[in-house]
């Protein structure tokens, strides 16, 4: 009798246990505000979000990054175009140059919360701008590059 009590016991435990399965960058999705202000927003692959809408502000559950598509949209270089590899990555991110740029790059990396949390100046090495993040944790950030007449946004995610 004593057994069967730790084997219950035991199975009862694990059958509780959480695993991450999946994690995913939204793409899509579509935001829409209710007549008592609330927002709900969905993406696709992710549950619905509510919270908030006061002023522009939302305030809502969820990882959706639709304030990074804006910035990742708004890269003002058209003459210059920029590959980020690999991505995901594990500890070293690329940014590939289609010109050389000659002028100091400044690399700024933002949490999905908005938070800077790497800050670097770099000059590129034939055309290629190497990054070191071994310090980051498993996680999406947002990247801004910035030199004279060029600013690049991208989404990179770490493994």
Known sequence: M??????????????YSQDLHHQMLSSQ?????????????QTIGQQSAIGNHTNGVT???????SHWAKYVKSNTSVNI?????????????NFQFSQPI??????????IRGRLIFQDKKRATDSVLTVELPQLASSNYLVRLTAPNYTYYSQILKQ
């Not at 004593?2 to 059958?15: D, F, G, P, Q």
């Not at 690999?86 to 070293?92: A, G, L």
């Not at 000659?102 to 949490?111: G, L, N, S, Y």
């Open 2 to 15: 004593k057994h069967i009590v730790w084997i219950i016991l035991a199975l009862t435990i694990n059958s």
């Open 29 to 41: 999705g579509k935001s829409t505000i209710l007549s008592n202000g609330m927002m709900v927003s």
């Open 59 to 65: 305030v809502g559950q969820g990882f959706q990054q």
């Open 81 to 93: 175009a920029t590959t980020t590899y690999p991505n995901p990555f594990i500890t070293t991110v």
């Open 102 to 111: 000659k002028e100091t790059i400044e690399i700024a990396v933002f949490d």
